[in-house]
């Protein structure tokens, strides 16, 4: 099949990657001049596993390309994909400037029948605006179709090959029957694809996200509970996740969620609600919960300096959102490093993906470190804030020997406190402020 990609972002640029390795022929389209210049080069300017080689190989077998020529590409393709950003506007709605505009230079680029599928995470009515806008500029044929996407950035590529399931929101006999082919091909061993109406397709979107955001509130907010009665969260984990309605996926306690979905995606919900006059009590818990868990790790900071940071330097391991991937975006790193900064005190940081973005945020008002160790030398705390495999299982003595003072915030519960205690290293980390007498617990 002939498809163009329309926004060439993590979303994007995987997807059209991933087509064009089931043999379709793409073209992803960016506005972004620049990007599209380092991708026809061979420069891939997103971080995800896999996908640069994947890129180079469809690239070589001339089934993938990239180009700023939006009303070529469409002319040319039979399925239209939207995938451009919905960022959150001030008042907490998703800013569908982007969407509606790629949506009028398609209406203006149409020659035949094309199906239009919205990828962006979009509120509910949002396909109905899209189909507007197109009809308004075009006498063409068209279906728009809600085809929300559910990859996880750090595994896009392999969550895009093999998806739990796709969801084709569609209203149209014709649309739907080419959809089903275009995935089928990801879908051989079970059909996981889910047809419905195109609104409750735009509402999955969200609802996933809310839903996973709520699990790690939820987890954090008894985390936060523990700390103050004593108890151990990662015990209370292990207590409650081999319960199957339960899980034990998304139930780890930390610095709360970040990146450019799960906190833009909340938020557009409760706005959703509003403007619905329904209130999203349990949504609107799950931001604050959030927001504040970045201000309990900053204050455990401040308590043990006695309040005063300044003239302090910290080294932070880890300043991507998430593990794997390069991606910034409303990642906790950037609250806590603005407040320590603010503070007064001097950062070292380390990330093995995301230091040219960390440069791109924070010029010279950091240093960046050329690898862990380097970002301890002298220092008077280590701040672990993403759980990079890499930070796992460090030289605890060569910790000790770089840090001034041998101490260790952990905002991702990844270390044991007794192994650092035998090191001789202070550890602070999320809701385990159990007293030894009462963590005799095996699991
Ligand atoms: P992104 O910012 O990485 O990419 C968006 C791209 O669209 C950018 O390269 C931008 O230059 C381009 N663009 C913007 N306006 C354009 C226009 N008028 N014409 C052509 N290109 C234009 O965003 P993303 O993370 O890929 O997210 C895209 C959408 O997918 C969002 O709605 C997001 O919520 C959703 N989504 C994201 C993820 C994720 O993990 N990042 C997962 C599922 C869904």
Known sequence: MKICIIGTGYVGLVAGTCLADM???VICIDSNIEKVEQL???FVPIYEPGLEELIKYNVEENRLGFSTDLQAAVKKAQVCF??????????GSADLRAVIEVAKEIALAMNDYK???NKSTVPVGTAQKVAEVIKANTEYDFDVVSNPEFLKQGAAVSDFLSPDRVVIGSNSLRATAI???LYSSFLK???RVIIMDVKSAEMTKYTANAFLATKISFINEIANLCEKIGADIEMVRAGITTDKRIGNQFLFPGIGYGGSCFPKDVKALINIANQFDFSASVLEGVDKVNRNQKTLFLNKILEFFGGDIS??????WGLAFKPKTNDMREAPAITIINELL???AKIQAFDPKAMPMAEAIFQDKITYAQNAYDALNNADALLLLTEWNEFRRPDFDKVKESLKSPVIFDGRNQYDRDELSAHGIEYFCIGRNATPENTYITV
Do not use: C, L, Q, Y
């Not at 939207?82 to 008042?91: F, L, M, Q, R």
């Not at 003239?311 to 932070?316: D, E, H, R, S």
């Open 311 to 316: 003239g302090k330097t910290f080294a932070i």
């Open 23 to 25: 043999g379709n022929e």
């Open 342 to 344: 603010r503070r007064g």
């Open 179 to 181: 959809m089903e082919e």
């Open 115 to 117: 199906v239009i599928v």
């Open 82 to 91: 939207i995938a451009v950003g919905t960022p959150e506007s001030e008042d």
């Open 40 to 42: 026809k080069k061979g």
């Open 189 to 191: 061993t079970e059909n």
